[in-house]
T-cell receptor, first 120, second 115 residues
Framework: AQTVTQSQPEMSVQEAETVTLSCTYD???????LFWYKQPPSRQMILVIR??????QNATENRFSVNFQKAAKSFSLKISDSQLGDAAMYFCAYRSGADAGGTSYGKLTFGQGTILTVHP | NAGVMQNPRHLVRRRGQEARLRCSPM?????VYWYRQLPEEGLKFMVYLQKENIIDESGMPKERFSAEFPKEGPSILRIQQVVRGDSAAYFCASSLEGGPGNTIYFGEGSWLTVV
């Protein structure tokens, strides 16, 4: 079974600065997808960024980028030019890409989350 | 284009009662997923459904919990004889197709409180 670990329960950053959130995962699969979701105080889960394991290039979405180290099974999220609206709980998640008769596709495995505080 | 709609947003039930949570997927989406978030924890997968079929229920508790996604109407997560430990946020999500490359979109969650 896959596991996802976020070792930082809380992080803080000054507005306009850069912060990196860590995530490691454990899997025996070679084909998979990784995600970062944001959960603001409204509690809605919002997709921030995704990475396909077969792509070597790190994904970027505006101020958000990842550092994907497949061999190390590491998937960190970098937030540049932090804004007050970035304050939220951030979850790292894993999704199998293997064809297991379709049953594995729906299962996102989430980490425990990292609470990000942004100071003005 | 409405997102994933869940209702009720908040539900209070007494121990032993039944809770029904509804989810309307995004327009055109035929794949629905239910997740549960206990306080201070990440989301845990419960069940994956396609119209009229349960594809993966490996995360569903063996008793008291059931889910359906009928041909017409919303998906329903049903919890019978609720207990205090069922108090949690229940998130529904949907995707256009079932393949792993398809983005899963989440609703805003339904908060169940058992008193």
């Amino acid at each position: 079974a896959q596991t996802v670990t976020q070792s930082q329960p809380e992080m803080s950053v000054q507005e306009a600065e850069t912060v990196t959130l860590s995530c490691t995962y454990d899997t025996s699969e070679s084909d998979y997808y990784l995600f970062w979701y944001k959960q603001p105080p409204s509690r809605q889960m919002i997709l921030v960024i995704r990475q396909e394991a077969y792509k070597q290039q790190n994904a970027t979405e505006n101020r958000f980028s990842v550092n994907f180290q497949k061999a190390a099974k590491s998937f960190s999220l970098k937030i540049s030019d932090s804004q007050l609206g970035d304050a939220a709980m951030y979850f790292c998640a894993y999704r199998s890409g293997a064809d297991a008769g379709g049953t594995s596709y729906g299962k996102l495995t989430f980490g425990q989350g990292t609470i990000l505080t942004v100071h003005p | 284009n409405a997102g994933v709609m869940q209702n009720p947003r908040h539900l209070v039930r007494r121990r032993g009662q039944e809770a029904r949570l509804r989810c309307s997927p995004m327009k055109g989406h035929s794949h629905v997923y239910w997740y549960r978030q206990l306080p201070e924890e990440g989301l845990k997968f419960m069940v994956y459904l396609q119209k009229e079929n349960i594809i993966d229920e490996s995360g569903m508790p063996k008793e008291r919990f059931s889910a359906e996604f009928p041909k017409e109407g919303p998906s329903i997560l049903r919890i019978q004889q609720v207990v205090r430990g069922d108090s949690a946020a229940y998130f529904c999500a949907s995707s256009l197709e079932g393949g792993p490359g398809n983005t899963i979109y989440f609703g805003e969650g339904s908060w169940l409180t058992v008193v």
